[in-house]
């Protein structure tokens, strides 16, 4: 609802304040006459006492005691109630009127009032311009109503899509992870790989105290790493001797493959780099690009670091295994020149401590 029904719904009101009691009763029985509710005052106190929101005009005299017209306009407008005030002026008294319009005043009327019909009509436009000014406030405040109503609803679309989105990424890795264990399982001697790279990445990821972004993509990477191996020959992987060379090159393409597998998910672009180059060196002699160096992040390196030490200390159809201080040893040996010596130093304390405690 407009405010500006209040003029066709309810009665209109006027406030009149004037000191002299023969003003204030005739301009009381004329507008009465023209069907207005009245209420009078003698002083601008009164007049602030007795003065709300709902009041259509005000019609202030200029000099009273106490509070005069200009201090008691002053004091109505700091109330913000946006309602137009009528001065009545005196004979003689013009200089008042111009003040009071440079106040702020809407208008004046000399008084004694002698023509009626230009009293009403001023007292007419006066109501008019105050239901202009309330149904400006009302469209205004419906406006900024439906504005905030609006952006909540926006809001709370784009909650139900990112939950829409994250369920859908977990649905997606979850796929992915579940066709690489499907691979794992179907060799003794692989099964549980992707866990363990997962768990031993973590554990070195949180010795360097990594941000929560950089540890959900590390984590991610570890669980789609070997994921481009669904696509090679499964013998390959449990031939009990060394791979021709052919084989070799193919099964080298592995990083490659999971790569593109995974390079249409918008949640999973930093991780292509991971998978694409868990099998690189630190002497640029690793594959399928030949980075080294500089050219590795953190994550890839350590992502290389808890492979290549899985792969020692798990049992596979080609080798024996190496028992925890012996993988230990060769990491170390192998610093520099295959891994990050950094990374190499933070895991072999972390196992190092793990191995004092028999934890794991």
């Known amino acids: 609802m407009f405010f500006g029904e209040l003029f066709i ?89 111009v003040k009071a319009i440079n106040l702020g005043a809407y208008d004046f009327i000399p008084k004694p009032i002698e023509d009626l019909d230009i009293f009403n009509i001023k007292v007419k436009r006066a109501i008019e311009k105050r239901r202009y000014v309330l149904q400006e406030k009302a469209y205004k405040e419906n406006l900024e109503n439906e504005v905030r109503s609006k952006t909540r609803e926006l809001a709370e679309k784009n909650r139900l899509l990112e939950e829409y989105n994250d369920d859908l990424e977990v649905s997606t890795l979850n796929t992915m992870l579940t066709l690489q264990t499907a691979l794992e399982e179907k060799d003794m001697y692989t099964a549980g790989h992707t866990n363990r790279v997962t768990f031993y990445a973590m554990s070195i990821g949180q010795a360097f105290r990594l941000g929560e972004g ?100 798990s049992m596979r159809s080609y080798k024996q295994n190496m028992k925890e201080p012996e993988a230990i040893a060769e990491l170390r040996r192998c610093a520099r020149s295959q891994f990050d010596p950094e990374v190499v130093q933070v895991f072999a304390e972390v196992l190092e401590r793990r191995i004092k405690t028999g934890a794991g």
């Open 214 to 313: 950089e540890t959900t993509v590390l984590e991610r990477a570890c669980k789609v790493h070997d994921l481009g191996k669904l696509v090679i020959d499964v013998n390959y992987i449990r031939k009990p001797g060394p791979l021709s060379d052919e084989e070799w090159l193919l099964m080298k393409k592995h990083p490659e493959i999971g790569a593109n597998i995974i390079k249409h998910l918008a949640f999973m672009q930093r991780e292509i780099f991971l998978v694409r180059h868990h099998h690189e060196r630190m002497d640029g002699r690793g594959y399928p690009d030949g980075l080294g160096g500089d050219e590795l992040d953190l994550l890839t390196r350590i992502i290389t670091v808890a492979d290549s030490y899985d792969a020692m200390t």
């Open 9 to 97: 719904m309810a009665e209109i009101k006027i406030l009149i304040a004037d000191d002299d009691a023969l003003v204030r009763e005739a301009v009381f029985k004329i507008l009465t006459m023209f069907g207005y509710t009245v209420v009078t005052c003698a002083t601008g106190e009164e007049a602030l006492a007795a003065l709300s929101g709902d009041f259509a005009l005000i019609i202030l005299d200029i000099n009273m005691p106490g509070l005069d017209g200009f201090e008691t306009l002053k004091l109505i407008n700091a109330r913000d109630y946006g309602i137009p005030v009528i001065f009545l002026t005196g004979a003689g008294s013009m200089e008042y009127a």
